[in-house]
């Protein structure tokens, strides 16, 4: 809460979702609602809900897919199911690192706040204890970090939550948790329940988690099979929403081998169900600077970059601002002019400091004037963000030989 209230302002468009529990029953007096209160619509403070009620599976499932992201920066948890409850809804989580948590979410479903442990000694009021006992301190300026950047770049929610729900929907089940527990008691009594159970329960499984192992295979590198997975996806009953994430895919696998006129042919496919759509004609104007038609290229992103505030919400595929002002700006130094491309990279690295492309295309165009100490500078500073960038490299070593 502290966090949220110091990173947005009334006017940002975000709202904190507070799903509290049993305040009228055994957590009487022990929450924070009278905090709460103070914050909850107040003009001078962003957006707060906060839900006290007892919800049904049903409600508590819809709540979670109402919201694009979990957050629980908690100073202890024995396994925080509700964090598993929301990957499976198809929810990105923010966790404390350090924590149970551990055993079940990492990068590629979610963030993981660093955190400081705290001994507390070894007794809880007159209960003595085991060991010592302690909590975790989740980093509040690392939290607040990540919660700025969902908000400014969220167009990657969609595929960290698919491989969220895949993790909790396929590993984390009832019925595989059943089967350890039935192998451990095998182990010790020599009896074969497990055997037994894995035939008598069914692994389940439906589109939504073939949708997520095609995400996790293409997160991967396993293009050929997550290409037959996506394939298939496109062309089943599922919502429209989805057949037109997987010809994206689809698109852009295709795309990445050059194989222009398939690739082109799936983005035609997804724009018959939505003409506009963001990432589609992102991976159009792609095909376009890649056969050179540089005008086309500029011509179809430019109206996406131009509504970013808007589209940056409904972009699937991980497209940043910065990273599609670079894209506009290696177009035009393409179509020589450097003059106008550098205003492009100079306003991406205004967005993004840490962008190595905009920071290397930048020196190209100062190389491109004449300006090679400038362009030397932007080169090494592109090295001080990572060392072993090659662009970056490539650019010192070809300076170097030319003086």
Not at 93 to 99: A, F, L, M, N, S
Not at 245 to 262: F, G, M, Q, R
Not at 333 to 355: G, K, S, V, Y
Not at 386 to 394: C, Q
Request: glycine share 6%; proline share 3%; with cysteine.
């Amino acid at each position: 809460l502290n966090v949220y209230l110091n990173v947005f302002k009334p006017e940002d468009d975000v709202c904190l979702v507070i799903k509290d529990m049993g305040s009228n029953t055994f957590y009487e007096g022990r929450n924070i609602s009278e905090n709460i209160d103070k914050y909850q619509n107040n003009i001078n403070y962003p957006d707060i809900e906060y839900i006290t009620e007892n919800l049904s599976d049903e409600d508590l499932a819809a709540l979670y897919r109402t919201c694009d992201v979990f957050v629980s920066p908690y100073r202890g948890e024995g396994f925080c199911l509700p964090a598993l409850e929301a990957m499976a809804c198809g929810l990105p989580v923010i966790v404390t690192e350090g924590g149970a948590t551990d055993d079940f979410v990492d990068e590629s479903c979610g963030w993981l706040v660093p955190s400081d442990y705290q001994a507390i000694g070894n007794s809880l009021g007159e209960h003595e204890t085991v060991g010592e006992v302690g909590w975790l301190n989740p980093n509040q300026e690392v939290l607040g970090f990540v919660l700025q950047e969902i908000n400014i770049n969220p167009s990657k929610l969609f595929s960290m939550g698919l491989t969220a729900s895949f993790r909790a929907r396929k590993y984390w089940t009832w019925r595989n948790s059943t089967l350890k527990v039935f192998s451990r008691l095998d182990s010790i009594y020599g009896t074969k329940m497990s055997s037994k159970a894995l035939k008598n329960l069914p692994e389940y499984t439906d589109k939504w988690i073939e949708l997520g192992e095609a995400e996790e295979l293409f997160n991967e590198g396993y293009f050929t099979e997550s290409s037959k997975l996506f394939l298939q996806i496109s062309q089943s009953d599922i919502n429209d929403e989805i057949k037109i994430y997987s010809l994206n895919v689809l698109a852009l696998i295709e795309l990445d081998n050059k194989e222009y006129d398939k690739a082109m042919a799936f983005i035609d496919l997804s724009l018959k169900f939505e003409k506009n759509n963001i990432d589609s004609k992102y991976l159009e104007s792609k095909i376009y600077s890649e056969t050179n038609k540089l005008e086309k290229a500029l011509e179809t992103i430019n109206p996406v970059v131009e509504n970013w505030v808007e589209n940056k919400w409904k972009s699937k595929m991980g497209l940043t601002l910065d990273s599609l002002i670079t894209f506009m700006g290696k177009n035009i130094l393409e179509m020589d002019d450097p003059e106008a491309a550098i205003e492009l990279f100079e306003t991406a690295l205004l967005h993004n400091p840490a962008n190595l492309e905009a920071t290397v295309c930048a020196g190209l165009c100062f190389k491109a004037n004449g300006e090679i100490e400038k362009a030397k500078d932007l080169f090494e500073s592109a090295l001080e963000i990572d060392g072993n960038y090659l662009p970056a490299l490539e650019q010192l070593e070809n300076l170097s030989q030319t003086v």
